[in-house]
């Protein structure tokens, strides 16, 4: 098997920077997912009560400092292109598919932090540190941005299975290399 060497990418494979980033994130966001949903159903007096939306923040910032760093990536960096194969319908649904995922991965982001700012004490990792932020800009911000992050997180899960259903559909009936370019394997 060829592997791709470069880290920035070309016309026609991802780099390592986007390969890895895109990889190491699947599983924490998913992961977030399932914890806010096991933190909703937590009462007073849960033994993950403290803990759990702790562990959920903390590893929500380390995304969202990586999803920076990849979005700018992205912006300054070129796209390998579509397989010649592909319908220009399915190239501009590919590129609205993947825009969408980083504006709802974002707003899911900023919410979560306008929840936890909201108290005015900032956003505390574990005993550790306090990252300091702006309170509330609105009435009852830890509510609407709630509602947000709740419709936000789920509207995000929807577009990752039709994503990953995309990529499975590419890699096993149109048998093309969308797939195994985003795992770094070479176009022969
Ligand atoms: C990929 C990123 C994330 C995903 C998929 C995610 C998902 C979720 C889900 C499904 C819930 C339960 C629904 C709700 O109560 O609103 C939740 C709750 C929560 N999330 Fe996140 N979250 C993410 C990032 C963050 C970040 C970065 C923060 C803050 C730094 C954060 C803070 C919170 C808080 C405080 C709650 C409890 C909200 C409440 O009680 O209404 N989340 N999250
Ligand atoms: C949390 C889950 C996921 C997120 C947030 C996500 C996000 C993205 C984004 C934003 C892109 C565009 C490239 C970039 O900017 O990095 C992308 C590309 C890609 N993703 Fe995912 N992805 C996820 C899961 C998956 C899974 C499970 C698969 C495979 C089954 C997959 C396969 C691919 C492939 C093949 C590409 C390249 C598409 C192309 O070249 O047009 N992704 N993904």
């Known amino acids: ?31 977030l997912f399932a914890l806010g949903l096991y933190m909703m159903d937590l009462g007073y007096y849960d033994d993950m009560y403290i ?9 929500g910032i380390i995304i969202l400092a990586l999803m920076l760093f990849r979005l700018c990536w992205r912006l300054f960096s070129t796209t390998p292109k579509p397989p010649a194969t ?36 900032g956003l505390q990792i574990f005993d550790w540190f306090i990252i300091p932020g702006p309170a509330e800009f609105f009435d009852n911000q830890a509510t609407f941005a709630g509602d947000i992050h709740e419709l936000a997180a789920f509207g995000l899960i929807a577009l990752v299975i039709l994503h990953a259903v995309a990529a499975l559909k590419h890699h096993y009936i149109d048998k093309d290399t969308t797939l195994t370019n985003m795992l770094g394997i070479k176009e022969k």
Do not use: R
């Open 1 to 31: 098997m060829n592997l791709v060497k470069h880290y920035k990418n070309t016309d026609t494979q991802w780099g390592w920077v986007i390969i890895v980033l895109h990889w190491l994130l699947v599983l924490p966001i998913i992961g």
């Open 51 to 59: 803990l759990a939306p702790q562990i959920h923040e903390a590893i």
């Open 86 to 121: 592909n319908s220009k319908l399915i190239n501009l649904a590919s590129h609205l598919a993947h825009n969408a995922i980083y504006l709802v991965l974002f707003a899911i982001l900023i919410t979560g932090l306008m929840i936890s700012f909201a108290g005015g004490q």
